[in-house]
């Protein structure tokens, strides 16, 4: 939905997951153009579900860090975006959300510097 409005009203926009829409382009209105200019489709490796239509220019894969053991679309999780992002890119003065080590397995956040604002980083997993 965030392709379709973004590439629309010609203004940025962000999916997470989003099924693609150079093919149904047509049906929404919409140029491939626009789908490329405006915006981008962040998929995790492993997410069946943006692979439903053909991808626009910009997409940024990441790593999906679900096990085999996982039930089948665990790699379309919103939740587990959330903490790859964190875990990757950080999450400055933020702890990382108690899900992503709980329910997911990344590593419990550490403080560094000292102090109660002090960044937090995940010890002891390296992508």
């Not at 379709?4 to 962000?14: D, L, S």
């Not at 679900?66 to 003065?93: W, Y």
Request: hydrophobic share 45%; with cysteine.
């Amino acid at each position: 939905l965030a392709m379709i409005v973004g590439a629309r009203e010609q203004v940025p926009a962000v999916a997470f997951s989003g099924p693609n829409a150079v093919l149904s382009r047509v049906k929404f209105g919409i140029t491939k153009e626009n789908l490329d200019a405006y915006t981008v489709n962040v998929i995790p490796r492993g997410d069946p579900v943006p692979k439903i239509d053909v991808q626009a220019l910009l997409t940024e894969e990441i790593v999906c860090r679900a096990t085999k053991n996982d039930l089948p679309g665990a790699c379309h999780q919103m939740a587990r975006t959330i903490c790859e992002l964190q875990f990757v890119c950080g999450s400055e003065v933020r702890p990382p959300l108690a899900v992503c080590n709980e329910t997911y397995g990344y590593p419990a956040a550490v403080p560094i510097h000292g102090g109660a604002n002090a960044m937090m980083l995940a010890q002891g997993w390296h992508s």
